[in-house]
Nanobody
Framework: QVHLEESGGGLVQAGGSLRLSCAAS???????????MGWFRQAPGKDRELVAV?????????YAESVRVRATISRDNVTRTKIFLQMNSLRPEDTAIYYC??????????????????WGQGTQVTVSS
């Protein structure tokens, strides 16, 4: 069974930066490296929302408008089963639990959300003002 594990969350002051990591394990098929992988977040009292998603080769990405100029999603080029999210100029409204997710490959730009089959447990990011 696929297991996604996030790391890198924590407490940071507004204006600071954070780098989240997600590593996949437990997959039995080599096709997993072809999966789209992405980051979602859920703030208290709010619905879960997409932050960013990346395709298997790392050459197609999609960002939520709220983080577009402040975030960079990347993927390791060797295993292709690890992704990272660099967040800069953090704001208190970025406070949320950040989840890593994976799905079979789709057209990221036309369908960035939906049909994610695998989810991590999440990592808390808290931005203080």
């Amino acid at each position: 069974q696929v297991h996604l594990e996030e790391s890198g969350g924590g407490l940071v002051q507004a204006g600071g930066s954070l780098r989240l990591s997600c590593a996949a394990s437990g997959y039995t098929s080599s096709t997993f490296k072809l999966y789209d992988m992405g980051w979602f977040r859920q703030a208290p009292g709010k619905d879960r929302e997409l932050v960013a998603v990346i395709n298997w080769r790392g050459d197609v990405t999609y960002y939520a408008e709220s983080v577009r100029v402040r975030a960079t999603i990347s993927r390791d080029n060797v295993t292709r089963t690890k992704i990272f999210l660099q967040m800069n100029s953090l704001r208190p409204e970025d406070t949320a639990i950040y989840y890593c997710a994976a799905r079979r490959p789709k057209d990221i730009r036309s369908s960035p959300t939906g049909q994610y089959d695998h989810w991590g447990q999440g990592t808390q990011v808290t931005v203080s003002s």
